[in-house]
Structures are given as C-alpha cells and as structure tokens.
C-alpha cells in the first residue's frame, strides 16, 4: 500500500494516507486568540461563565482554556498545561496541549493572548449597595458598653468575618458598623454567620442573645426577613469586685453564661451561673488595688506600710501563703483590707 498523499510506501493510517500526512493535514485543538478576563477591583476576584470566583489568576486561566478550547474526540488522554508572561498591555498565554492519537503521541500549541478588565463584582456590588440580611446588635445590661470592649469586639468581629471569608464564605461581609446608644451594630450579608458572630461574642464576653426578624418585603415571590441579633452583655465584667451575700468577689473571668471568681476573704475560686450574680452590686474594678509595703510577716498575717502616709496596718492572710515579695496589692472594701493574689507567691 502507499499514501496518496506523499507516495510513500508503508502503512496507511487513516484516509488512504500514512501517519505523517495524516498528521500535517490535521489539527487536533483549537481555541480562541485572545481571552478576555473580567476581574473585580475591590476584591480581586475573576468571573468564571456566570460566577464570580476567588482564586489565583493562574486556576481562573487553566478553567477559561479547558472551557474554550476545543479538542477532538480523536485525542485520548489529552492534558492541558498554561504558561503566562506579562507583556506592557495584555498577558501572553501559551496554551500547549498534549494527548494520544491512537498510540502516537500529540502535542499542539497555541498562543494566546488575555485581557483583563474590570468589573464590580455581585458581592461588591451588594456592598456598596448597603445590602445586609442581618444586624448584630451588642449592649450591655445597665450601663455603656467601655471603649475597650468597644475596640476588642470590633476587632474580634473583624478577623472572625476574614476566617470564614478565608475558608470559602465569598459572599460574606460586614456592611456598615456603628455605635449606637452606648453599644455596637454590625451589620451583616449573611443570616447565618451573624448568628455564628453573636454566639462567638457571647462565649468571650457572657450574657445572652435575643432574635427578632422584621419584614422587610416581598423578593421573587417569598417574604424577605431581616434578622436582629441582640446580644446584652452582663452587667458584670472581668477584674470587677462585687459584692454577694456578704462576701466580696474579683472576677476573674465570664464565659458564657459562667463566672469564675475569686473570693477574696479566703482565696477560694468558684464558678457561678451569671444569673446568680446578676443584680449584685458593683464595687468597683483596678482603681480599688493599691500597693503597699512588706514589712514582716508571720504565719497568719502581713504588716504593711503605706507608701504615701508611712502609717502601718496589719492584714489577716487569708490562706497559708508566703511573701517573697517587697510589694504586696490590696483592696480595702467596706473598711476591710483584702489581700490579692500575686503571681509571685508562694502557695504552701
Ligand atoms: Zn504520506
Ligand atoms: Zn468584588
């Protein structure tokens, strides 16, 4: 047999022509010249066919080209690699494709040219447009929330909002905050993640959460509702001293609806549900310590001067402990002086 082709004299492959023939007359891939990528500027994702994505520009290139490039169902096994090199106004993509033609093995290449323009995408848009399904609202029970919760929640919220954005929530944002009648409002895209927000609030910082929804109109048929998520804060914060049934606490820390504290007449730490604390009174918080000297100490008590008026006073230790130390922090309470513990003491 012999090619009709090129005469040659052999195997004929396909089409009464040989393999060689065959192949310069065919070309097994084909794409487009130039790509053209939409990219949002205030996010920096790509928009793959109808959605937006993000993901490296790389992986949004390697989908395009497995989309737009056609390979003939002739090919087995056909694999697609992408290289890229910025030019002043566009990208340079080489496109090279390889597969079995029968057992031959097949490499085609194309070069390509991407162009990237930009686009606000459906999440910035819903942005800017003010679009949140949800507030968060955080007060706290009787008083103002302090400016240092006020810029340790804000922060909190702000870094738990980028790890669920990170682990792939894209349609996730904080729209607006502020803060209002002497607490804060987040308001949020999603439903869901408020309601994880707030109950993430609530494990640091205690009280308890409130949902309410309210009508906000009809969308493609359905009610559309808006949620509110009311967190009160307790009254009750870490580092206050209270006092409970005659006894004064420092608390030490709120979790939930749990109160761990100290009881300073004995040293003894306790855990209370919050709502037993609740309507406590407040002594006060750090301006209460004040830092006396050692003077001597026996088993069952310190003596201690006052750096300011040199007057002496002694104070019943409230467990067996020893001082090593030259300063020792006090609170006096109702005219009784509380020894607080140190880091720096030795427990016996
Ligand atoms: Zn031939
Ligand atoms: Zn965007």
Redesign the pocket.
Known sequence: MFCVECGKIGEIFRDAVCVDCYMKAHSFTKGPDVISLST??????YKYKNS?ITDSFDEILKRWIKHLFDISGEINKPKISTEHKEEKEYIKGKVTITGFLDNIQITEEHDTIVRIKND??????K?FGGYHEAIVQVRADNRNLTKKEITMIKKYVESLVKSLQEKGHRGLFITDMGEEHGGLDFFISDKGSAKTITKKIQESYGGEIKKSSKNIGMKDGRQVYRMTYLLRLPSIRKGDFISHEGAIFNIYTISRNKVHILELSGWTEKIFDIKELENDNIIGRDELIKEMILVSQTKEEVQLMDPKTYKTFEVRKPKNISYDLKKVKIVKIEDEIFLLPDNNINHK
């Not at 949002?40 to 994702?45: F, K, L, Q, Y």
């Not at 606000?120 to 848009?125: E, L, P, T």
């Open positions: 949002c500027p205030h996010c920096g994702s937006w606000v995408c459906d999440v910035c848009s942005r």
